[in-house]
Nanobody, 125 residues
């Protein structure tokens, strides 16, 4: 079992930055593919970014490419999402998710094994 807890959300002005953290329990977390997703009010959950078990591969949604960076520190069982140049349309609840399948299989999918409860990000204009 893996438990995920997101943190780092908050209110920021457009153009600002936030760094989200996803802290995991479970000794096998370092072998998991981890993704970030977001859901805005009245919208479907959407993919943001995903990273392979060793950080060697990453994939981003077109809408965040060049502005967001996903990274991980397996020694700390934590995955990060650095968000720069934030826009009002980035406002959403952000969720991290982990899956035991390899990056090549999971990237682009939504059926991850484990999900956190989310952290709110609000970007004001």
């Amino acid at each position: 079992q893996v438990q995920l807890v997101e943190s780092g959300g908050g209110l920021v002005q457009a153009g600002g930055s936030l760094r989200l953290s996803c802290a995991a329990s479970g000794r096998t977390f370092s072998s998991y593919t981890v993704g970030w997703f977001r859901q805005a009010p009245g919208k479907e959950r959407e993919f943001v970014a995903t990273i392979s078990w060793n950080g060697g591969s990453a994939k981003y949604a077109d809408s965040v490419k060049g502005r967001f960076t996903i990274s991980r520190d397996n020694a700390k069982n934590t995955v990060y999402l650095q968000m720069n140049s934030l826009k009002p349309e980035d406002t959403a609840v952000y969720y991290c998710a982990a899956d035991s399948r390899i990056f090549a299989v999971v990237a682009g999918r939504y059926d991850y094994d484990y999900w956190g409860l989310g952290t709110q990000v609000t970007v004001s204009s």
